[in-house]
């Protein structure tokens, strides 16, 4: 993915900075988890202050024109971005711990089948 700096604007009193980038990119439009690492990484800042604001793609193009803020610190992060936003940004690392708690599930779920045939022969033999 290629990103270009189209504008930055700093706010001191909310300690963050709106940068709008221009992205060229291959295939599907990526996600937001793709957009918000290559933004820190471009801007140099940890990818726990970047919180992407919005992405406007055109139909039938593989550009897209992002904005992102970029904050100092994460008590400020987690105090002026709306709670959706911020869960968006870090649901994927939710998803990775629920995993083993789901692979578990599974398993019982798979024990219980085993349980259940027994049942059906206790009634077919009492008919």
Not at 15 to 36: H, I, N
Request: glycine share 4%; aromatic share 6%; charged share 50%.
């Amino acid at each position: 993915m290629k990103l270009e700096i189209k504008k930055q604007v700093e706010t001191p009193l909310l300690s963050r900075s709106r940068v709008t980038l221009a992205a060229e990119y291959q295939g599907a439009t990526p996600s937001r988890m793709d957009f918000k690492k290559d933004v820190s990484r471009k801007l140099g800042v940890g990818e726990e202050l970047v919180i992407i604001k919005h992405v406007y793609t055109r139909f039938g193009k593989q550009k897209s024109k992002v904005i992102a803020h970029v904050y100092q610190n994460k008590n400020d992060l987690e105090k002026f971005e709306d709670e959706y936003l911020i869960k968006k940004h870090t649901e994927k690392k939710k998803e990775e711990e629920e995993k083993p708690a789901e692979e578990e599930k599974a398993e019982e779920k798979k024990e219980k089948p085993e349980a259940k045939p027994e049942k059906k022969e206790e009634t077919e033999e009492k008919k």
